[in-house]
């Protein structure tokens, strides 16, 4: 079905530069890169995914049937995303809030063309039907042969906020008297950021986060007119053979330029108490959610609350993994423990519906997450987070963040974790035509 080609490259960033550009002549575009994070559990350095053959999209009804089933039929890779809304397909809720977005609920496709980067390695994985134009597309992807022009973005991008300071203390003082009285023990309280009558340049913006961020799960997504810049640090799940891993994100510090200053801060979420609780209580939310699809007495914590720095923030991650059976499906691996839980609270089905209660915009793609099967029935999903989204049509810029509140939990804190975690999404949209 399908050609692989392998080609050495002298000079990587270039030709990484080159081939995103190259991309976007595609009405789908799946980039997905680690920026030399190399971990245990990493596949490459960067794929590029692009020009479906068959797809789908749909809402939330049904999604996940209608996903395996395609799937299954496809036997190949197949790129894409999942929503955070896809919780009304896993449980009985609904999402009424404000979408400025308009992204299918979920969307996936088979890609024509798969380059994957590893090192000075390209390999270049084409459908049998436009092998033929794997030597060509090399030579005019290396000479930066593109037709992309730079769009012109709007000057002074006025960004706004869904819900003021004052009434983001409402909700979080409101979570918090549900925690209180033991309704929920923890819930991700989130925010929108957005600007109206807005154009940007999806890939210039895109390049300008990612090299202020450089995170590990990186991801240009085009769909026609939609498009998601993502800066993730967050992985959501993976599946190697028999083995599921999850690697929630729960705490975060602030990095300094300082050495001394930068171990301290470091340190101090180390030892933080409310921050390992809170990742703590994740951990035990994953657990349960991998239980589900796993061998009995597989579940295991391979690593809990170990700080990974990256250039803006140090994060505090723990490593779950599972083994399941090898005719376990995939897609019911996922939807087994979707929405996940580091971005939902616990109990989770109470936390989702509080959510949608007190935030005042529709999550969509934010908290949803982006990834791949492969036709060995692998997987691997990021979490949609510190991300800027798109509507091309609609002019409508959007990015959110938020935090988790627990018993301990000061709003005043969490908007001030918030505002940390939107500085580079904020500084690159506000900077645009510098």
Known sequence: MRTLKSFEVSDEPTFRSNLISWSQQFYETVWLESNAHLKTYSSFDAILAVDALTLIQTDAFNAFEDLKAYQQETKDWIFGYLTYDLKNDVENLSSKNRDGLYFPELF???????????????????????????DEDFELIRKGASDYKTIEATKDIRIRMRIFKDEYFKGAKEMLRHIHRGDIYEANFCQEFYAEDTCIDPLGTYERLNSISKAPYATFLKLNDKYLLSASPERYLRKEGTKIISQPIKGTAKRSINRMEDDLLKDRLENDPKERAENIMIVDLVR???????????????ELCKIYSYEQVHQMVSTVVAQVEESRNPVDIIKDSFPMGSMTGAPKISAMKLIEELEGFKRGLYSGAVGYFTPENDFDFNVVIRSILYNETEKYVSYAVGSALTAKALPEAEYEECLLKAKAMREVLENSNE
């Not at 009995?296 to 914590?301: A, R, T």
């Open 108 to 134: 996936f496709f088979q890609p024509k063309k798969i380059i994957k980067i590893t090192g000075k390695k390209v390999v270049f994985n084409y459908l049998n039907m436009v092998a033929d134009e794997i």
């Open 288 to 302: 349960n959610d991998l239980s589900k699809s796993a061998l009995k007495g597989s579940v295991e914590v391979e």
